[in-house]
């Protein structure tokens, strides 16, 4: 096991200082540096402890090494009883822009001797003393170098050969739900067009290759990458598809499309590379070729699921935000060398304790939670669907498969174990493993909580055309469907479109991103659908729990669905709409919202939160909280006057548990909030929905059973 020891490197003034209030204070906070530069050139100068807060921040911020340089934040040190702390204590927005997150720790170690009189380490918490590692440490490479690619391509082939060698779970086929008993991987079947990146040794250029029905067999790895905002990278498009058949300019290609290619090169496994741009046809320059794009995206969009599910390994551009930053990252934490420095503690009996500030490691959670292609809207489905994963994060590599999470710094993934991967809220490792679980589903409750818990999470992700976040989940959908064989209608599961026709939109002031007008023209979702949204903010809804300002109640959901007719874009009937129409039997009350609700004040924030789409009425006698909420499904200034005519359908209704404080008060309904169109079918009206509502009972005392047409 790995042997600590005190390094012989000089401390700065500020950090002998640190040292001898260290050994006697228990509660103090001391400045290290004036600013990061500051730190940095003390590192430089040989100071151990500036080199290991330098490298803590470094990997334990989101701040880029370029926003640490040009910070003015002094840099402190916080210790506690418990605790050595990193901390800036500097003005509000300065500390925003450093310190988006709570507070990061240094890791603490001290020394024990086993059973076996080997010694070893425990990490030491404020609760005490959790269980010891062993880990067999790797080094993170240097990617700027080829020896670094070299290096990675080297452990990479070592991760993908064990896993198609001793994990069976990762050689499900694609449309299977059990590995094969022979525990041998078939070749799968290659895309319809794939980039030929050439022998290892080949010094030829890449080029695109067209399988002919003889040469349809064979592995390749898949690239998943962000494009960027307004960044349209190179693309083969109908008039040079015969030109990149001889050959791609390597310089024509932004720098994540060229490190793939290297990369899949170096590795050896395979010659063929799926990169979306270069194997789909898209529009030219000048708009040209609109037709034929879309006649093929449309094609290759319901392939998507099997074309990462059947890939040898997905390059994953995870620490890049658009197409030409590369997967060969740099890594400024490797720019000063360091090593492990122990500081002495006198206890309350007054015996020494030696406390060792260790280097810092990457983080998997933070890689992944503040990575910028997971906020990205097709990354789910490219994540969920490959079975073998590399991450070109920030810091550094990480692998993951259906067995396996592990890292440059920890090939084995024995220090990853520890790390609470089930708890992250955004499309990473909670939403993946909830996924995998859905993925091989077919019970009727569990298709319905987790699929209405997975949409609340990938409403919020990016796309550069919001038409696409139908399309992004076709492969996903296509999966449960063969799985669970339920009928999948625009977002929603036959099974449980009762309860999904009850959602609403959060779209706070800081979270809320607005979407693009599609230059394409395409229809998003029709408008009963929460794919609608032309804005990426969280979809609540409500059979997924009780809201926030009815924590007592539970909901039924009184409307009857007649009919459910959805137009598809293409022959996916998981993949784009052209529209869509839901007939609906319930209560309604129609009107102006201004004279349904003529008393009270009008709010535009939520719980203390400015909102773009909320208005609350708080009314006299019904205490402080608002009585009617009322969410807008358009981005703008809210306005009850703007709405105008509505009719408003019941499709929710709140069931107080028997709880004392719920006694007595109003039950709360809830109802979409719908405009008439100018169509009317028999004696059927048609109407489009614009908004959700919160009411309190008594204003459906008058309510008509009616049947509607929704679009």
């Not at 990146?197 to 962000?226: K, W």
């Not at 598809?241 to 290609?253: H, W, Y």
């Not at 987790?450 to 296509?478: I, K």
């Not at 609608?532 to 609540?540: D, E, G, Q, T």
Request: charged share 20%.
């Amino acid at each position: 096991m790995e042997q600590i020891r005190k390094v012989s490197k000089p401390l700065c003034d500020r950090c002998i200082s640190l040292e001898l209030r260290f050994a006697t204070d228990s509660d103090f906070t001391h400045l290290v540096a004036d600013n990061f530069q500051d730190l940095e050139q003390s590192s430089l100068t040989g100071c151990a402890l500036c080199g290991l807060v330098r490298q803590h921040l470094v990997y334990g911020t989101r701040s880029k090494i370029h926003n640490l340089r040009t910070s003015q934040a002094g840099i402190h040190i916080t210790v506690t009883a418990t605790d050595i702390m990193i901390e800036p204590v500097v003005h509000d927005d300065d500390r925003v822009l450093l310190w988006p997150r709570d507070d990061l720790y240094l890791s603490g170690y001290t020394e024990y001797d086993s059973d076996e009189g080997v010694s070893g380490r425990q990490v030491e918490t404020s609760a005490g003393m959790i269980q010891s590692t062993t880990i067999n440490r790797g080094e993170i490479q240097l990617l700027s170098k080829d020896e670094g690619i070299n290096n990675a391509a080297s452990l990479a082939r070592d991760w993908i050969t064990k896993c198609l060698e001793t994990h069976s779970s990762c050689l499900i086929p694609f449309g299977a739900t059990e590995p094969p008993t022979t525990h041998r991987r078939e070749l799968p079947a290659l895309p319809t067009r794939v980039i030929n990146v050439g022998e290892e040794r080949a010094s030829h250029r890449p080029r695109l290759f067209i399988p002919a029905p003889g040469e349809r067999q064979a592995d390749y790895f898949a690239l998943s990458y962000a494009w960027g905002i307004g960044s349209y990278p190179a693309r083969m498009t109908k008039s040079n598809m015969t030109a990149m058949q001889r050959g791609i300019d390597m310089s024509s290609l932004p720098k994540t499309m060229q490190d793939a290619i290297i990369f899949t090169k170096r590795a050896g496994l395979t010659r063929y590379l799926w990169i979306d741009a270069l194997c789909i046809i898209q529009t030219d320059g000048d708009g040209g070729g609109d037709h034929e794009h879309r006649a093929d995206w449309l094609a290759e969009c319901s392939k998507f699921g099997q074309y990462y599910h059947n890939a040898l390994c997905t390059l994953s551009a995870t620490g890049a935000s658009c197409s030409t930053q590369g997967l060969f990252l740099p890594r400024p934490a490797l720019e000063h060398p360091v090593t492990p420095y122990q500081l002495l503690r006198y206890q309350s009996l007054g015996l020494p304790r030696q406390i060792t500030i260790e280097p810092a490691t990457p983080s998997w959670s933070d890689a992944l939670t503040y990575s910028p292609l997971l906020r990205r809207g097709w990354t789910l489905q490219e994540r969920a669907m490959s079975m073998r994963r590399l991450h070109f994060a920030r810091h550094c590599v990480f692998w993951e498969c259906c067995s396996l999470t592990a890292a440059e710094v920890d090939p084995s993934g024995a220090s990853l174990q520890l790390e609470d991967l089930e708890g992250q809220q955004n499309l990473s490792d909670g939403a993946l493993m909830s996924l995998r679980g859905l993925l091989e589903a077919n019970d009727e409750d569990r298709v319905e909580n987790e699929w209405f818990d997975l949409v609340m999470v990938y409403s919020l992700c990016r796309f550069s055309f919001l038409s696409d976040r139908l399309p992004a989940l076709s492969g996903l959908a296509g999966r449960i469907r063969d799985v669970s064989g339920r009928k999948y209608l625009a977002g929603y599961w036959d099974c449980n479109f009762p309860h999904g026709l009850a959602w609403y939109c959060h779209m706070g002031a800081r979270t809320a991103e607005v979407g693009d007008e599609d230059p394409r023209g395409n229809v998003i979702a029709p408008s009963w659908s929460w794919a609608s949204m032309s804005v990426s903010a969280r979809i609540v809804f409500l059979s997924q729990g009780p809201v926030i300002w009815s924590p007592k109640g539970e909901w039924s959901f009184p409307v009857e669905v007649l009919d459910v007719e959805v137009e598809p874009s293409g022959a996916d009937p998981t993949g784009p709409v052209k529209g869509g129409k839901v007939r609906l039997r319930g209560r309604t009350i129609t009107g102006n919202l201004s004279a349904m609700f003529p008393d009270g004040e009008w709010l535009k924030s939520l719980e203390g939160v400015q909102h773009l789409n909320y208005i609350g009425l708080s009314q006299r006698g019904l205490g402080e909280r608002p009585s009617v909420r009322i969410f807008l499904d358009k981005v703008g200034e809210p306005d009850r006057t703007a709405v105008g005519l509505v009719s408003l359908l019941l499709v929710a209704s709140e069931e107080i548990v028997d709880d004392t404080d719920a006694k007595g008060s109003p039950k709360s309904l809830a109802a979409i909030v719908l405009q008439p169109t100018d169509k009317q079918r028999a004696s059927v009206r048609e109407y489009i929905r614009v908004g959700f509502i919160f009411l309190p009972e008594w204003h459906f005392g008058k309510a008509i059973e009616t049947v509607v047409d929704i679009v």
